[in-house]
């Protein structure tokens, strides 16, 4: 089991950056796939990236975020990160850290995620 803390979410403004943070427990963080999701009222939770277990030598990225977000692990420190470069207003949402067992494939779909945790707001201004 693995438990999940995000940190770094804000208020910015439209064209800046920000890093999120997720801080996990346990000695096998190393050993899952992670993943970033987004979530605003009303709407299913949307993947933004995902990275493979181990090494993280494979990612995966959202069509809206290519280019401009990031994802990367610390294995050594636990951490999953997200660097977000040029924001935009519509990725203002809460966003969530998730962790799945360790497979090949890199799942996008939230229902496939077991270990979650509780979210830090974004918010971009215009």
């Known amino acids: 089991q693995v438990q999940l803390v995000e940190s770094g979410g804000g208020l910015v403004q439209a064209g800046g950056s920000l890093r999120l943070s997720c801080a996990a427990s346990g000695r096998t963080f190393s050993s899952y796939n992670m993943a970033w999701f987004r979530q605003v009222p009303g709407k299913e939770r949307e993947n933004v990236a995902a990275i493979r277990s181990w090494s993280g030598g494979s990612t995966t990225y959202a069509d809206s975020v290519k280019g401009r977000f990031t994802i990367s692990r610390d294995n050594a420190k636990n951490t999953l990160y997200l660097q977000m470069n040029s924001l935009k207003p519509e990725d203002t949402a809460v966003y969530y850290c998730?962790?799945?067992?360790?497979?090949?494939?890199?799942?996008?779909?939230?229902?496939?995620?077991?270990?979650w945790g509780q979210g830090t707001q974004v918010t971009v201004s215009s």
């Open positions: 998730a962790a799945t067992f360790s497979s090949l494939l890199l799942r996008t779909n939230f229902r496939d995620y077991s270990y």
